[in-house]
């Protein structure tokens, strides 16, 4: 968590003198989002785990210095998996109902219609009413999802006019404990979105 921290602040340190030195206006543009995930477990021991589909939908902005940018993210997101326990064979059907807060560092290139990015930074996720079907700890495959989670992400995207596609990979930093079997579970998903652009604050 701590290392998470830093590499922000660090990366947050190389844009200010991006700013003091440039002579480009910084742009900041807000807008909404949704897209669909992909969400699983890392597993070990007698746990194994398969993907389900979950959904996400928010705000995010954007805050570009020349070919460099920040872009602080809030959405709604279910991220849903399946744990299997090939001993007993218990099955758990886990949809952790999360707040995100992705803080994300990028870089962009291209014209002004048309734009690639890529980007990075960590994800801050918060307890949403977690549902699992697995009821107690005496069901091996039980989880405790815990008030939050933290994690990595890693993506390329596309700007056209308004319209924003991204493809994501969010790696599970935090372990999310298993009572029974004592398996070091971390969430990992892949995301396709699909955003818009409402407004900006430049002169376009």
């Not at 460099?68 to 326990?85: D, G, S, V």
């Amino acid at each position: 968590m701590k290392r998470t921290i830093y590499l922000l602040v660090i990366s947050l340190y190389l844009l200010i003198p991006c700013l003091a030195q440039s002579q480009i206006q910084p742009k900041v543009i807000f807008g909404v989002k949704g897209g669909i995930n992909l969400s699983n477990f890392s597993t070990g021991n007698e746990l194994s785990s398969s993907a389900r589909v979950g959904y996400q939908a928010g705000v995010w902005s954007r805050i570009a210095i020349g070919t460099l940018h920040f872009q602080p993210e809030l959405y709604y997101t279910e991220k849903k998996a399946r744990l299997n326990e090939s001993v007993l064979h218990n099955m758990n059907d886990v949809n952790l109902k999360r707040i995100d807060l992705p803080l994300l560092l990028g870089y962009a290139w291209g014209g002004d219609q048309v734009t690639g990015r890529i980007q990075t930074g960590p994800v801050f996720s918060f307890a949403n009413g977690d549902k699992q079907t697995a009821a107690t700890i005496y069901n091996s495959t039980f989880i405790g999802t815990g008030n939050y989670n933290y994690g990595w992400l890693l993506g390329v995207g596309t700007d056209v006019g308004r319209i924003s596609f991204d493809l994501r990979y969010e790696a599970g930093l935090k372990t999310i404990p298993n009572i029974q079997l004592d398996s070091k579970l971390k969430a990992n998903l892949i995301s396709f979105s699909l955003a818009y652009r409402l407004f900006s604050l430049y002169h376009e």
